[in-house]
């Protein structure tokens, strides 16, 4: 087996697994078909289109102190386990729970689905140089990726990024020659030999493919009015604009301001 090939980290009773590459198995949900009890009825609802969300209502067809069937009964909700990750109303751990409950307490006994997590809205932000590795995450995964299938990256929030480039910007020329950026930027931020073109460093320098024809998700873009970057992040923000891949209005005057 490669070094390389992706194995199991995680495991949960099979429903959940969770692999090397980041990758999650995700098993869809399953509805089962629950036996009936003569002394209880239920009834599914849906509460939520939008979320496809439904609730379960259980009802003794009788009770033990009354015959009546307008009797006022307690109300008793049920929300179900399972992590956020799984586990539904119709599962027959749930299900028999809640009969269980209805049949000793002579109560409605209401259990609602609620939402578990959505391995198909995932978004990935990223601060400072955190921001260059959100957009080569964007570059490597793309919209029309299935690499991480269930998991889907609906899009990247990218927050002061770290570029550079061999090209200096006006606001990067007028800060201290002997600043702490000039240091940081030369010395530590790109390996030994290389420049600040660094395929890490620059995304749209000499180093790096053409986006062009690769299919981003959207991307947001944040950056400080005052942040020494400013000029080069929205180069690159209006770079994306042109491609159509980019949540970015750089027209407006800045509202924040900071130093990566």
Known sequence: MSSLAKYKVENCFDHLKLYSDGSVFCKDPIHYDTPGDSRVIYKDIVFNEEHNLSLRVYKPTTTK????????????FHF?????????????????????????????V?????????????FV?????????THHLAV?????????????????MLLSPFFGGNVQTKSEKERPSNGFWTVLEAKLAVPIGENQDYRLVNPFGPFNPSLAAVVLAPML?????????????????????????????HSKPPRTTGVV
């Open 65 to 76: 102190s009354s015959t009546s069937s307008s009797k006022k009964l307690p109300i008793l």
């Open 140 to 156: 490597w995964f793309r919209a029309d990726s299935a690499d991480l299938a269930p998991v889907r990256l609906r899009g990247y």
């Open 80 to 108: 179900h386990g399972g992590g956020f990750c799984f586990g539904f109303r119709t599962t027959p751990t749930n299900h028999n729970m809640c009969v269980h409950m209805e049949k000793m307490l002579e109560a409605v």
């Open 110 to 122: 209401i259990e609602p689905d609620h939402h578990v997590a959505d391995f198909d809205r995932v």
């Open 221 to 249: 873009v944040v950056v400080g009015g005052s942040e020494i970057m400013r000029e080069r992040v929205n180069d690159y923000a209006t770079k994306l604009q042109k491609l159509k891949m980019i949540l970015f209005d």
């Open 125 to 133: 932000l990223g601060y400072s140089s955190g921001g260059n590795l």
